[in-house]
């Protein structure tokens, strides 16, 4: 059974910073791409970033770029997401998600499946 446990998220200023990890089970962690999509209260799911099966290709929504890094340590099935410059807008729940289809080489908002764990609440607030 695929199990994604999202932790690390908590109440942050404007302009903090915070670590959210994913452990995943259940599956060959390293042959899937890995997703990281976040939805805000009242608002629709959000892609944030995707790193590819062995981390040497990332991607990230406009709005995240150079202030989000996305990790992977597939020795540990753990996925990783650093977040810098937090802002207001920020302020969502935060899921991980593990790719379509092994193997498949695939970064962006169609790539992932639509399953997740319970997620971890980052709120960005003074």
């Known amino acids: 059974e695929v199990q994604l446990v999202e932790s690390g998220g908590g109440l942050v200023q404007p302009g903090g910073s915070l670590r959210l990890s994913c452990a995943a089970s259940?599956?060959?962690?390293?042959?899937?791409?890995m997703h990281w999509v976040r939805q805000a209260p009242g608002k629709e799911l959000e892609w944030v970033s995707s790193?590819?099966?062995?981390?040497?290709?990332?991607s990230y929504t406009d709005s995240v770029k150079g202030r989000f890094t996305i990790s992977r340590d597939n020795a540990k099935n753990m996925l990783y997401l650093q977040l810098n410059s937090l802002q207001t807008e920020d302020t969502a729940m935060y899921y991980c998600?593990?790719?379509?289809?092994?193997?498949?080489?695939?970064?962006?908002?169609?790539?992932?499946?639509?399953?997740w764990g319970q997620g971890t609440q980052v709120t960005v607030s003074s």
């Open positions: 998600a593990k790719g379509r289809k092994q193997y498949e080489h695939c970064l962006g908002s169609l790539c992932y499946e639509n399953y």
């Open positions: 259940g599956f060959t962690f390293s042959n899937y791409c």
């Open positions: 790193i590819s099966r062995f981390g040497s290709s990332t």
